[in-house]
């Protein structure tokens, strides 16, 4: 047992070498930042709470964090809600057909983000493809307004970008929950309803949970399809961080922006965990893997 | 070539108030060179160099033109590849080049450790001050780039100067940031007023830039971002608070909104490159103009120099890289061409195609840039007076806020 245990760590000694250095000491480095002062175009060391003050008592940061709950909350449901019945879908499929349609997934993953939103941009543009077709029709000019650079155009995006990361989250949270449990379920008179919310779901829980929690990071964190595909009522925090540090270079406030979200994010799981546990959605012992 | 004398981005520097940050900024700059001479004696100080006129050279002071060259530049700034390989072969030389993505990567990457080494990046004027102050710049002399007797008198200015006359950046290309816009929409306006016309509400796309926005911005209302009160802030803020419902996207590159515009997305950039028209395919009219008409007037005009940071270890191939860049010789049409630059030597323009030439009014740049394009300088870092740069960032994020 000590041999196994002794081997465990030896294995796992690398990965925790590169965990530390490549995301604890930039990101301790990083929090250190949020506590300096931006001076010249430097961020020069200070002990300084400034930052985190400016970002909960600048009424523009509150706007930007309304923009990104009004993106992300429905990019979450739509993503997890479609991700789900992809993954139910491919689990009850027969083997050959099940690796198709994993394989179709993981595809779709393998096209550059970029080049995904320009084809986006390409397709819902005005005078895109769907504007074409409009136009040929005769049934309006152009495509419809909200298609591009708008919030409902970011939506659009982010949930087509996040679906197969949601799919395969849930497809490997669904695939192990044995055919006996729900059989079982059945044998009790439990229609395929009332199975599906007792027993597929909660044993799911977990799976959900992670799907949730992982879509949401990142459609919050996204810069790039709200600066790409929306309006100016789409600016998230994600672009309100990016323009600090890359546009005027305040990597103090950028920092405390950043660490800012992050608790943030820590809340969201948190809320997002209890409602599912009061829900019965989450049952205790599963949710504390 | 006609040339032009008279100045103004001097009567611009004369006219403005010595604050005392400027008289502390100045009398630093000075400081920073007497301490910095030491640094420069090691990397090739200013002595007499051969690099000849007509580019490359075979002799700098510090050594022999030759050896890893690191240069930390715009993307284009770096020579068509087989145009640098065909003048790297010949000098000896391998360009190492790595690339800024926003002005302010500039300084912190040169005065961290990862600066260490980098012989020629960029600066622009408006940021000298600050460029001053952290003691980056090192002078370049005439005798290590010969090339820079040739600048158009426009470009042989004090705001590219030490206090002791040497040049501490070399203008290399210079533009404007003004009206680009879809002629078919449009037609052919001529005053800022167009932008709150109903036609171009939802229809206009601004480039995402903080900096380069608010400076634009003092401009055309004929502020100088030097010296912009708290009232005439003020007025800035109004007018892009009334500009907003007419902004569709905040595009986050020049690639961007060249996209939308030659989609058919948006109709008008106020803050777009003069260059994009060459750059636009597709088949709408793109044309750009600085606006002459009406009350808000003019474009932001802007020179990208050429500086020898104090950390280069190759002193005489980064003026050996410079000269030939300014020189006219094929490296330097071959990049001038590249990004539709304009040339700041004389004898550079004749050289270039027709349709990069023409993008410049060659025979009159002192009118391009007193009057139809000032060159802005950088909103204060510190003032008690006057506007700062961080009031001028807070105020962008509010107006993207809404």
Partial sequence: MNIKRRTGALLMTPLTVILVMLILVPAGIFFLYSFYEFKLYEAQPAFILSNYSKVFSDPTYRTFASNTIQISVPVTILTVTAGFALAYYIVGCRSRKRTVLIALVVVSMLASYLARIYALRTLFGEHGIIGGIIEELGIGHGAPGFLLFSRSAVIIGQTYFLLPFATLVLFAGLSGIPDDLRAAGRDLGGGPAHVFRKVTLPLAGPAVLAAIVFVFFLSAGDYLTPSLLGDPNSVTIGSAIQEQLKVTGNYPLGAALSFVMVAAFALVYLIVRVAMRVTGLLPAKAGRA | ?402
């Fill in chain 2, 1 to 402: 070539m006609p040339s032009n004398s008279g100045n103004g981005i001097n009567d611009l520097l004369t006219k403005a108030p010595m604050s005392r940050r400027v008289l502390l900024s100045r009398t630093s700059a000075a400081a920073a060179l007497l301490a910095a001479g030491p640094v420069l004696a090691a990397c090739g100080g200013s002595s007499s160099s051969g690099t000849s006129a007509s580019g490359g050279g075979s002799s700098a002071a510090g050594g022999e033109v030759g050896g890893e060259l690191d240069i930390f530049v715009w993307q284009g700034y770096d020579a068509p590849v087989p145009a640098r390989k065909a003048w790297e072969k010949k000098e000896g030389v391998n360009v190492k080049t790595s690339y800024i993505s926003a002005q302010q990567d500039i300084l912190p990457k040169l005065k961290s450790p990862a600066g260490e080494g980098i012989d020629v990046s960029f600066a622009s004027p408006f940021q000298m001050e600050v460029f001053k102050e952290a003691e980056i710049l090192t002078p370049i002399t005439e005798e290590e780039v010969p090339n820079l007797k040739n600048l158009f008198p426009v470009f042989n200015n004090d705001i590219y100067k030490n206090e002791e006359g040497e040049f501490l950046v070399v203008p290399f290309n210079f533009g404007w940031n003004g009206m680009v816009y879809n002629a078919e929409v449009l037609g052919d306006p001529n005053s800022w007023d167009v932008l709150m016309e109903p036609e171009l509400t939802g229809r206009i796309g601004l480039w995402d830039d903080s900096v380069t926005t608010m400076q634009f911005a003092a401009v055309i209302h004929g502020f100088d971002p030097q010296t912009t009160t708290p009232e005439q802030f003020e007025v800035i803020k109004q007018w892009l608070t009334e500009l907003r419902p007419q902004v569709k996207m905040f595009a986050p590159s020049l690639g961007d909104y060249m996209t939308a515009l030659s989609n058919g997305d948006i109709d008008m950039v106020p803050n777009g490159w003069n260059a994009t028209n060459v750059f636009v395919e597709g088949n709408r009219e793109i044309k750009t103009k600085i606006p002459t008409e009406g009350k808000l007037h003019g474009a932001l005009g802007w020179v990208d120099c050429m500086q020898i940071p104090y950390k280069c270890d190759n002193r005489a191939t980064a003026a050996a890289w410079i000269n030939q860049l300014i020189s006219g010789d094929q490296v330097s049409v071959e990049t001038y061409e590249g990004v539709a630059g304009g040339a700041t030597c004389e004898n550079v323009p004749p050289k270039l195609a027709k349709a990069t030439r023409d993008l410049f009014p060659y025979n009159d740049l002192n009118s391009l840039f007193e009057k139809e394009a000032p060159i802005a300088l950088e909103f204060p870092q510190e003032s008690d007076k006057y506007v700062t740069f961080d009031e001028t960032v807070e105020a962008y994020e509010e107006f993207k806020a809404g």
